[in-house]
């Protein structure tokens, strides 16, 4: 049993983890001395997966098949032991005896570490107490392993470490490895809707003279070959647009952007966006898309339209609510805004109800605070929140029979923004207007407001059509539909503050 032990570092958690990774060491070098190095083997021939096996029983049993994946746990039984074997898509069990690999073969195995990478070959059976498993005729070590496993019910707690060492959570982590699957097919399934929709996918650049498009602070960099500071994008919106004026009907684009903000369960300052643009449609367009969008991905992905998140049912296949703004805040927060015309009385309301305001702060501001502050949190079910104040929105077409608004949506589940869309503004005089509004307001102190783009405005001055626009944070879909409470848990290698020795 000593043996089975020291491959067993979940049997002995108080063992000094670095005398462990010398006695492989020491294992590795012997069988390098002996010619048997690991690492030297280049490629594995793998019929199936676990998965594959398991499903598929009643076709294979008696067949041989290969696996390989890797070493979760050992049981030595003398002239026979039990493995287990982890891969892509699941584990399988695999009966390792004397007589059907070789004394030394076997010999060999039973020096093998939990972790170590290796193939197995052999025939598909049932043991007695009913588990799919493979009889080895062959086991090949094809990776050895040098560090330890974590102890699986102990050594995963530290949520820290899980986000450091994503590889490590994957190995031991099978929750973590479904959610990163699933948020594969989640992307791939938004690529095939909007492919069928006959949209366009696209890449535009990452480093950026002018960071517009959001209100959001950038990363700033120096660009040494041209002596020039550049940022890193916070948004897809203005290079997609110059598309749309290039004669692109439908594009889209699926990548990451940067903002310059704080950490917390929803927010990351590396995250995924995709943006898309449709010319001749407006921002009702925009929320038709959106409903058959997420209605596709779930169907495609989870089999069904009624999720659960955090144990709240959220039901996609009825049709989303939707409400403007104004009669969100009267709703529920008791305000009505249609009532208020100076920027006295927004400020008397604000003051009325603890809503705290900037001095820069005008009348549409106030009353988007009062919609973050009473209305968001309801807003549970999908709910398009519609026609927001001008004030909040530099980019967005106005509403022709009351221009204090916009044609925009905000898209809101679980009390969180979902997605953002416009009626995209295409006339070049009033975009100049707002720009010229945006560039005050940094003057006054707010660092995410955005700066005049002379070349998009050269842009809409050619002439772009009536065109809709929407941006959907690929990790808050991912969050709701696995049901994971952070955005670091869909992201693989999260932003982390630098451990220091």
Same mark, same amino acid.
């Given at each position: 049993?000593?043996?089975?032990?020291?491959?067993? &570092?979940?049997?002995?958690?108080?063992?000094?983890?670095?005398?462990?990774?010398?006695?492989?060491?020491?294992?590795?070098?012997?069988?390098?001395?002996?010619?048997?190095?690991?690492?030297?083997?280049?490629?594995?021939?793998?019929?199936?997966?676990?998965?594959?096996?398991?499903?598929?029983?009643?076709?294979?049993?008696?067949?041989?098949? *290969?696996?390989?994946?890797?070493?979760?746990?050992?049981?030595?039984?003398?002239?026979?032991?039990?493995?287990?074997?982890?891969?892509?898509?699941?584990?399988?069990?695999?009966?390792?005896?004397?007589?059907?690999?070789?004394?030394?073969?076997?010999?060999?195995?039973?020096?093998?570490?939990?972790?170590?990478?290796?193939?197995?070959?052999?025939?598909?059976?049932?043991?007695?107490?009913?588990?799919?498993?493979?009889?080895?005729?062959?086991?090949?070590?094809?990776?050895?392993?040098?560090?330890?496993? &974590?102890?699986?019910?102990?050594?995963?707690?530290?949520?820290?470490?899980?986000?450091?060492?994503?590889?490590?959570?994957?190995?031991?982590?099978? @929750? *973590?490895?479904?959610?990163?699957?699933?948020?594969?097919?989640?992307?791939?399934?938004?690529?095939?809707?909007? $492919?069928?929709?006959?949209?366009?996918?696209?890449?535009? &650049?990452?480093?950026?003279?002018?960071?517009?498009?959001?209100?959001?602070?950038?990363?700033?960099?120096?660009?040494?070959?041209? $002596?020039?500071?550049?940022?890193?994008?916070?948004?897809?919106?203005?290079?997609?647009?110059?598309?749309?004026?290039?004669?692109?009907?439908?594009?889209?684009?699926?990548?990451?952007?940067?903002?310059?903000?704080?950490?917390?369960?929803?927010?990351?300052?590396?995250?995924?966006?995709?943006?898309?643009?449709?010319?001749?449609?407006?921002?009702?367009?925009?929320?038709?898309?959106?409903?058959?969008?997420?209605?596709?991905?779930?169907?495609?992905?989870?089999?069904?339209?009624?999720?659960?998140?955090?144990?709240?049912?959220?039901?996609?296949?009825?049709?989303?609510?939707?409400?403007?703004?104004?009669?969100?805040?009267?709703?529920?927060?008791?305000? $009505?805004?249609?009532?208020?015309?100076?920027?006295?009385?927004?400020?008397?309301?604000?003051?009325?109800?603890?809503?705290?305001?900037?001095?820069?702060?005008?009348?549409?501001?106030?009353?988007?605070?009062?919609?973050?502050?009473?209305?968001?949190?309801?807003?549970?079910?999908?709910?398009?929140?519609?026609?927001?104040?001008?004030?909040?929105?530099?980019?967005?077409?106005?509403?022709?029979?009351?221009?204090?608004?916009?044609?925009?949506?905000?898209?809101?589940?679980?009390?969180?923004?979902?997605?953002?869309?416009?009626?995209?503004?295409?006339?070049?005089?009033?975009?100049?207007?707002?720009?010229?509004?945006?560039?005050?307001?940094?003057?006054?102190?707010?660092?995410?407001?955005?700066?005049?783009?002379? @070349?998009?405005?050269?842009?809409?001055?050619?002439?772009?059509? &009536?065109?809709?626009?929407?941006?959907?944070?690929?990790?808050?879909?991912?969050?709701?539909?696995?049901?994971?409470?952070?955005?670091?848990?869909?992201?693989?290698?999260?932003?982390?503050?630098?451990?220091? $020795?």
């Amino acid at each position: 049993m000593a043996e089975e032990t020291r491959n067993n &570092p979940a049997q002995q958690p108080q063992q000094d983890v670095s005398e462990q990774h010398k006695i492989r060491l020491e294992k590795l070098q012997a069988m390098q001395e002996a010619g048997h190095d690991p690492f030297k083997i280049t490629k594995y021939d793998v019929t199936h997966h676990s998965t594959d096996v398991k499903e598929n029983f009643e076709t294979l049993e008696g067949k041989t098949v *290969s696996v390989a994946g890797r070493m979760m746990s050992k049981r030595v039984m003398g002239k026979a032991s039990f493995c287990n074997i982890l891969d892509l898509k699941g584990n399988i069990q695999s009966y390792v005896a004397r007589d059907s690999i070789g004394e030394e073969p076997y010999k060999a195995f039973k020096k093998l570490d939990i972790g170590d990478i290796i193939g197995i070959k052999g025939e598909v059976f049932k043991t007695k107490t009913g588990e799919i498993s493979i009889h080895a005729s062959e086991v090949t070590l094809l990776s050895k392993s040098l560090q330890v496993l &974590p102890e699986k019910f102990h050594g995963l707690t530290n949520t820290d470490m899980r986000y450091r060492q994503r590889y490590v959570d994957l190995i031991m982590n099978q @929750d *973590s490895r479904d959610t990163f699957i699933k948020r594969s097919k989640i992307i791939r399934a938004i690529r095939t809707y909007l $492919d069928g929709q006959g949209f366009m996918e696209v890449e535009t &650049p990452m480093l950026v003279a002018n960071a517009g498009g959001a209100a959001a602070r950038p990363f700033v960099t120096h660009f040494n070959a041209l $002596d020039e500071d550049f940022k890193l994008r916070i948004s897809l919106e203005l290079y997609l647009k110059r598309l749309i004026v290039g004669g692109l009907e439908r594009v889209y684009e699926i990548g990451r952007v940067f903002r310059n903000e704080g950490l917390d369960t929803r927010h990351s300052p590396e995250f995924t966006l995709m943006e898309l643009y449709q010319a001749y449609t407006d921002y009702h367009g925009m929320m038709d898309l959106t409903e058959n969008l997420y209605r596709h991905i779930a169907q495609e992905v989870l089999g069904t339209t009624v999720i659960t998140y955090n144990g709240v049912e959220i039901d996609l296949g009825k049709p989303f609510a939707r409400i403007t703004m104004l009669d969100a805040v009267k709703q529920y927060a008791g305000v $009505d805004f249609n009532e208020i015309h100076t920027l006295e009385e927004a400020r008397a309301a604000a003051d009325a109800h603890h809503v705290e305001y900037e001095a820069r702060h005008k009348k549409g501001d106030i009353l988007n605070l009062f919609f973050e502050e009473f209305v968001e949190e309801h807003l549970v079910q999908p709910t398009f929140v519609m026609d927001h104040p001008i004030e909040i929105s530099p980019l967005t077409k106005k509403k022709p029979e009351n221009p204090d608004y916009v044609e925009r949506f905000e898209f809101f589940m679980n009390g969180w923004e979902m997605a953002n869309a416009y009626s995209e503004l295409n006339d070049p005089i009033d975009q100049r207007a707002r720009f010229a509004a945006q560039e005050e307001l940094f003057a006054q102190g707010d660092e995410e407001a955005n700066h005049t783009d002379e @070349d998009f405005l050269y842009a809409l001055e050619l002439g772009m059509p &009536p065109t809709g626009g929407i941006g959907f944070g690929i990790d808050r879909m991912v969050m709701l539909l696995t049901d994971s409470l952070a955005i670091r848990d869909v992201l693989l290698f999260p932003t982390m503050k630098t451990q220091r $020795d």
